[in-house]
């Protein structure tokens, strides 16, 4: 029986689901090679994500590269990633009846501002970030640590995710699971999987 639906943030919750397409678009305005800027955001980031290094430092060094000012990088990325309303204002109409839960892949300043900025916590009962859980997808440590928050077993979950890899560590680790390709596409999934959507046609 379905308990709790747990969702990523970055492809899912937002339009965007990397930062690749951004840093090209700031390499070609600072006449900088692409591929030298996304190596060394990646490298900080990887650290980052787990809480290994202070996440500021990745725009110190993009910006440093790039020849920008950092407060002003830092804020073009996180406008970088909207949010998809109706995608959450569904989300609220399931957690009348299910756990929700966020579990993404991230850095500690932008998402501690991104969850205050969008109130988060009023669409997910959980919220787990891999610098909290020092872990990352698609390892099984950061899925386990959300399973301990929700205190809630795997075949109890259904996970969302845009990203194969993390698809299937959840899958081999028990979660029901489905490919982010829209937002009809996960409704249908959900169907498909025994949540009848007839339950949340009342508004938020």
Same mark, same amino acid.
């Given at each position: ?23 090209? !678009?700031? &390499?070609? #305005? ?9 190596? @060394? *955001? ?5 650290? =980052? ?21 950092a407060s002003e990088l830092r804020q073009e990325w996180l406008s970088w990633f909207g949010l998809r309303k109706d995608l959450l204002l569904f989300i609220k109409q399931l957690k009348m009846k299910y756990k929700t839960a966020l579990l ?7 998402? !501690?501002? &991104?969850? #205050? ?9 959980? @919220? *787990? ?5 020092? =872990? ?69």
């Amino acid at each position: 029986m379905i308990k709790a639906v747990i969702f990523d943030y970055n492809g899912v919750i937002t339009n965007q689901g990397d930062f690749d397409g951004f840093l090209a !678009e700031k &390499a070609h #305005q600072s006449h900088r090679p692409v591929q030298e800027i996304q190596q @060394i *955001v990646k490298h900080h980031w990887d650290l =980052a994500k787990v809480g290994a290094i202070d996440s500021e430092l990745i725009w110190v060094h993009a910006a440093d590269y790039l020849h920008c000012e950092a407060s002003e990088l830092r804020q073009e990325w996180l406008s970088w990633f909207g949010l998809r309303k109706d995608l959450l204002l569904f989300i609220k109409q399931l957690k009348m009846k299910y756990k929700t839960a966020l579990l993404t892949n991230i850095t500690r300043d932008w998402f !501690e501002q &991104a969850k #205050q900025e969008q109130h988060l916590d009023t669409y997910f009962d959980v @919220i *787990v970030s891999s610098y909290e859980a020092g =872990a990352a997808k698609p390892g099984q440590k950061i899925f386990e640590y959300c399973l301990r928050k929700l205190n809630l077993g795997a075949a109890d979950c259904i996970f969302i995710d845009d990203q194969t890899k993390n698809i299937e560590s959840a899958a081999n680790l028990g979660f029901k699971t489905i490919l982010f390709l829209s937002e009809d596409q996960v409704k249908q999934g959900l169907i498909t999987l025994g949540i009848p959507l007839s339950d949340f046609k009342n508004d938020p």
